[in-house]
């Protein structure tokens, strides 16, 4: 069943060629074309722009009629080798049937009579190098260019496409290991300050208050909660002690200046 289903698949997108034979299968499709053989076992089909081999299980019943491909093979049998206009004209005729191999068929068989031949040579893609004809791929080959992602171009282009790639590459890994490295600074700064909240809560007497830990040595353990108060003046004034004669030294007598209103001895 499920060949069945791909096999349908694939034949509905095949050209149907007008008045051909008709296979028609037990999933609901039909391939149209030109029965080239027919076996107990398989049918094999020429649907224009190749051949289908279809398994006989498939098949629900055959339909022979007469199709353009049978026109075609009927016209190039008639056909000499040599007969260069006769080959022409059923080229363009199988092309403009949608019978895209015959076509090319034909007008290689128009080259192998006149190798210059110039519709020929257009009509399979040929252009001319140096006053010969060449595929196109020759064509690009040999002026130097190179095919890179389905397109002909010079191999300067190509590495420049490369290296232009390459930069861009090097641009995005710079760029992600920018951003890495800032996530990883982030997160270590939130870390340590982490760490501060908790080595500042653990403070004993702390009360929540901020810490001063001052220029010139260790300030107040915590901010005081109060303005602080200058210290009380006294209310009466400070009595001061008598004054007292200098002492002389031992052995020295008196001076005028140490009997002063009192009687001097020991001169």
Same mark, same amino acid.
């Given at each position: 069943?499920?060949?069945?289903?791909?096999?349908?698949?694939?034949?509905?997108?095949?050209?149907?060629?007008?008045?051909?034979?008709?296979?028609?299968?037990?999933?609901?499709?039909?391939?149209?074309?030109?029965?080239?053989?027919?076996?107990?076992?398989?049918?094999?089909?020429?649907?224009?722009?190749?051949?289908?081999?279809?398994?006989?299980?498939?098949?629900?019943?055959?339909?022979?009629?007469?199709?353009?491909?049978?026109?075609?093979?009927?016209?190039?049998?008639?056909?000499?080798?040599?007969?260069?206009?006769?080959?022409?004209?059923?080229?363009?005729?199988?092309?403009?049937?949608?019978?895209?191999?015959?076509?090319?068929?034909?007008?290689?068989?128009?080259?192998?009579?006149?190798?210059?031949?110039? $519709?020929?040579?257009? *009509?399979? %893609?040929? =252009? +001319?190098?140096? @006053?010969? #004809?060449? /595929?196109?791929? $020759?064509?690009?080959? *040999?002026? %130097?260019? =190179? +095919?890179?992602? @389905?397109? #002909?171009? /010079?191999?300067? $282009?190509?590495?420049?496409?490369?290296?232009?790639?390459?930069?861009?590459?090097?641009?995005?890994?710079?760029?992600?290991?920018?951003?890495?490295?800032?996530?990883?600074?982030?997160?270590?700064?939130?870390?340590?300050?982490?760490?501060?909240?908790?080595?500042?809560?653990?403070?004993?007497?702390?009360?929540?208050?901020?810490?001063?830990?001052?220029?010139?040595?260790?300030?107040?353990?915590?901010?005081?909660?109060?303005?602080?108060?200058?210290?009380?003046?006294?209310?009466?004034?400070?009595?001061?002690?008598?004054?007292?004669?200098?002492?002389?030294?031992?052995?020295?007598?008196?001076?005028?200046?140490?009997?002063?209103?009192?009687?001097?001895?020991?001169?």
């Amino acid at each position: 069943m499920r060949r069945c289903a791909c096999l349908a698949c694939l034949l509905a997108l095949l050209p149907a060629l007008l008045h051909a034979d008709d296979v028609i299968l037990k999933g609901g499709g039909k391939v149209s074309g030109r029965i080239l053989s027919r076996t107990a076992t398989s049918v094999e089909v020429d649907v224009g722009a190749g051949t289908v081999t279809i398994p006989m299980t498939s098949v629900v019943r055959i339909d022979v009629r007469r199709s353009v491909l049978d026109d075609y093979y009927e016209r190039a049998g008639a056909l000499s080798p040599d007969d260069l206009d006769g080959w022409l004209r059923l080229a363009k005729w199988a092309s403009s049937q949608g019978l895209g191999t015959q076509a090319r068929t034909a007008y290689e068989r128009v080259l192998a009579v006149d190798a210059g031949n110039v $519709e020929a040579n257009q *009509a399979l %893609g040929r =252009v +001319q190098l140096d @006053g010969r #004809w060449v /595929t196109e791929e $020759e064509s690009y080959r *040999a002026r %130097g260019y =190179v +095919q890179f992602e @389905g397109e #002909w171009m /010079t191999p300067a $282009e190509q590495e420049a496409i490369l290296k232009q790639r390459a930069a861009s590459d090097q641009a995005e890994l710079a760029r992600l290991d920018a951003e890495q490295r800032a996530q990883e600074a982030e997160a270590r700064a939130a870390e340590a300050e982490a760490r501060a909240r908790e080595a500042e809560s653990a403070v004993p007497g702390n009360a929540g208050y901020p810490m001063y830990w001052g220029g010139w040595g260790p300030g107040p353990a915590v901010w005081p909660s109060q303005p602080i108060a200058p210290p009380a003046r006294p209310t009466q004034p400070i009595a001061r002690p008598p004054s007292r004669p200098p002492s002389r030294p031992p052995g020295r007598p008196p001076a005028e200046s140490d009997c002063q209103g009192s009687p001097c001895t020991g001169r």
